[in-house]
């Protein structure tokens, strides 16, 4: 298993822990959508004619933004370690699309 799925996997695990713990579900979905994209992708279920780096920097952000909200909002351990570990896989996405560039 490679990092890239890995963190995909893990995203998926967080963002879908915390669609059915959270009270609300529109940010969470969010970022399980695009936690499921990113394991489709890894895997190779998924081939989307897009330059990949446009597409992981959006998907990265599509995982950290509604993750940092969460994260903000959140009122117990367990949906405060599951929104810091998406968040955390949102951010490092998007900075290895953004590092290379600068």
Known sequence: MSLHTALALSALLAAGWLFFTAGTRALPLVALLAAGVEVALA???????????????????????????????AAGKGPLT?????????????????????
Do not use: E
């Not at 599951?82 to 600068?102: E, K, T």
């Open 43 to 73: 895997q190779g279920w998924v081939r989307l004619a897009l330059h990949a780096s446009t597409l992981q920097l959006a998907l990265g952000s599509a995982i950290a933004l509604p993750a940092l909200v969460l994260w903000w909002r």
């Open 82 to 102: 599951a929104a810091s570990v998406l968040c955390f896989i949102g951010l490092v996405q998007a900075a290895l699309v953004l590092l290379p560039r600068l």
